[in-house]
T-cell receptor, first 114, second 113 residues
Framework: AQTVTQSQPEMSVQEAETVTLSCTYDTSESDYYLFWYKQPPSRQMILVIRQEAYKQQNATENRFSVNFQKAAKSFSLKISDSQLGDAAMYFC???????????FGQGTRLTINP | DGGITQSPKYLFRKEGQNVTLSCEQNLNHDAMYWYRQDPGQGLRLIYYSQIVNDFQKGDIAEGYSVSREKKESFPLTVTSAQKNPTAFYLCASALRTGNQPQHFGDGTRLSIL
């Protein structure tokens, strides 16, 4: 079974600085998708960024980018120019090609210090 | 605007009581999902449905039941057989094909009286 591990329960960063959240996963499959979701205090899950495993180019969405290392099974999220509104729980998630199920990591709580 | 509506936002259950959580979407998505979130943990899949009148168990289906009579609706019933129902419940939906991400509702917090 696939597993997703986020080894940093909590992270903090100064406003306007850059922070990287780690995620590793375990799978024997070659085709899959990876996601980062943000859960602010309102508890809604918001999609931040996604990556297809067959794409070598790292996904980027404005201030958010990923470092996808397929061989190492690593999928880290970099947040540039951190803003107070970025404070939230961040979850890494995995989905196999053709599967419906998302497998989530335990989450990383990100605090932004003004 | 299209989206996913979960109701109620807060729900209380008495011992031995069944309760139903509502999830409605107007995104015309084929697939719908129910997840449970416990404090300090990620989401775990309870049930999912890819088409009307069909659904499959997820990782923690015991003590829960669902129905999918309409494409827009996927209610979750927490039965009295679920001995530890206190949690945050999230509903999600997605297009069935391709790499489409799941979109989530705002969640329901269920507590035991």
């Amino acid at each position: 079974a696939q597993t997703v591990t986020q080894s940093q329960p909590e992270m903090s960063v100064q406003e306007a600085e850059t922070v990287t959240l780690s995620c590793t996963y375990d799978t024997s499959e070659s085709d899959y998708y990876l996601f980062w979701y943000k859960q602010p205090p309102s508890r809604q899950m918001i999609l931040v960024i996604r990556q297809e495993a067959y794409k070598q180019q790292n996904a980027t969405e404005n201030r958010f980018s990923v470092n996808f290392q397929k061989a190492a099974k690593s999928f880290s999220l970099k947040i540039s120019d951190s803003q107070l509104g970025d404070a939230a729980m961040y979850f890494c998630a995995y989905r196999s090609e053709g599967a419906q199920k998302l497998v989530f990591g335990q989450g990383t709580r990100l605090t932004i210090n003004p | 605007d299209g989206g996913i509506t979960q109701s109620p936002k807060y729900l209380f259950r008495k011992e031995g009581q069944n309760v139903t959580l509502s999830c409605e979407q107007n995104l015309n998505h084929d697939a719908m999902y129910w997840y449970r979130q416990d404090p300090g943990q990620g989401l775990r899949l309870i049930y999912y449905s890819q088409i009307v009148n069909d659904f499959q168990k997820g990782d923690i289906a015991e003590g829960y039941s669902v129905s999918r009579e309409k494409k827009e609706s996927f209610p979750l019933t927490v039965t009295s057989a679920q001995k530890n129902p206190t949690a945050f419940y999230l509903c999600a939906s997605a297009l069935r094909t391709g790499n489409q991400p799941q979109h989530f509702g705002d969640g329901t917090r269920l507590s035991i009286l």
